[in-house]
């Protein structure tokens, strides 16, 4: 596609269930990378992907937050269990390799746990 | 732990000021710096990339430069506009580590 396509943009949640959050970067890209933006606050890395390297899941807050990358392509970010505290927007990015290129976001999505 | 900072939070002007907004960050081992802006609502674009080996970046009325040593970048906007109204992010690409560190941003509003 011509960008970063993020899937669900909106969602509410009941606290305690499962969410899955779709991500389809740009053709041909082989780094992703999710991010969490909290209201008022920066952006917060979650895990990246490079080709077929392990993904560095560093930054994943906790264990109910996993994500996968199938075929070196769509990535899913799943959180379950959801908390009042998971509530922000999930952003997706993609670029071409690693080091020196340019990082291409989709719109994000949206997620509310009441 | 890398660190960045984005000064000032937020800044309000009047149509067709230049402006700069400050950005630093705490290690200065880095591959790249890149500007983003996010409007309201909306994911994040690309305004500017600089390598770490380079000293500035220019796109338009935007100009962005580096000071590696002293562990800060500055974006430049010339004859600001309304449109231009969005929060500007630096964020910085660490050589011991794959994934962006992002200041909280600047929040900047063009008044016409």
């Known amino acids: 596609g011509a960008g970063v396509s993020q899937s669900p943009s909106n969602k509410v949640t009941e606290k305690g269930k499962d969410v899955e959050l779709r991500c389809d970067p740009i053709s041909g890209h082989t780094a992703l990378y999710w991010y969490r933006q909290s209201l008022g606050q920066g952006l917060e890395f979650l895990i990246y992907f490079q080709g077929n390297s392990a993904p560095d899941k560093s930054g994943l807050p906790s264990d109910r937050f996993s994500a996968e990358r199938t075929g070196g392509s769509v990535s899913t970010l799943t959180i379950q269990r959801t908390q009042q505290e998971d509530s922000a927007v999930y952003l997706c990015a993609s670029s071409f390799g690693v080091s020196g290129n340019t990082i291409y976001f989709g719109e994000g999505s949206w997620l509310t746990v009441v | 732990k890398q660190e960045v900072t984005q000064i000032p939070a937020a800044l309000s002007v009047p149509e067709g000021e230049n402006l700069v907004l400050n950005c630093s960050f705490t290690d200065s081992a880095i591959y790249n710096l890149q500007w983003f802006r996010q409007d309201p609502g909306k994911g994040l674009t690309s305004l500017l990339l600089?390598?770490?080996?380079?000293r500035e970046q220019t796109s338009g009325r935007l100009n962005a430069s580096l000071d590696k040593s002293s562990g800060r970048s500055t974006l430049y906007i010339a004859a600001s506009q309304p449109g231009d109204s969005a929060t500007y992010l630096c964020a910085v690409g660490d050589t011991g580590r794959r994934a962006l560190t992002f200041g909280s941003g600047t929040r900047l509003q063009v008044q016409p």
């Open positions: 600089i390598q770490s080996s380079q």
